[in-house]
C-alpha cells in the first residue's frame, strides 16, 4: 500500500511540475504573440526551443517510462486509452514540426507568417493540457484501480532509481 501510495503520489508531483511549466510556456509565447509589432526572431526561436525541450521533458516522465509499459496489455479499456493518448502524442510531435516550418518560412517571408506561427504554438500548448488531463482524469484512476500494490512496488523502486540518477545528475551539473 506504501508503494502504491507513494508512486501516485510522485506521479501527481510531476503532474503539477508539468502543468506550471506548461502553463508559463504559454504565457511567454503569449508574450511574443502580443508583441508581434517587431519581428523578433530570436524571441520566436527561443519560444520554440523551450517547445522542443518541453516535449522531450514530457515524453521523459515517469508515466511515459513506467507507468504506461506496466500496464499496456492489462486491460483492453487501458489499452485503447493508450492509444488515445499515442495519437495526441502524436499530434503534438506533428504540430511541433509545423512550427518548425513555419518559423523557416516567417523567416523567409517576414512578419506576415508570425501571427500563423504563434497561433500554432498556442495550439500545441492547447493540444498539450488536454492530453496531460486525460492522463490525470482517466489514465491515473484506472491504473490505480487496476494496479496491485505487488505490481506497484517495481513502479516504485523505477521511480527512486530515476529520482536518484536526477539527483547525482543535478548534483554533477552544480559542481
Known sequence: MLTTTYSLVAISTEQKNVLSLLSRLQHTIRQCWENLKEFDLPQLEAALNQLTQFDRYCQARKVELYVIPAVRGVAEEVDVLLAELESMTACGVAILRSVKEQLRHAIEEGADKLNELCKTMEVYCE????????EENELLPMVGRILTPEEWFPIAAKFLLDDAHKNKSSLMHAV
Not at 498539450?128 to 488531463?133: D, E, G, N, Q, V
Request: aromatic share 12%; charged share 40%; hydrophobic share 50%.
Open 127 to 134: 493540444h498539450l493540457f488536454k492530453r496531460l488531463a486525460k
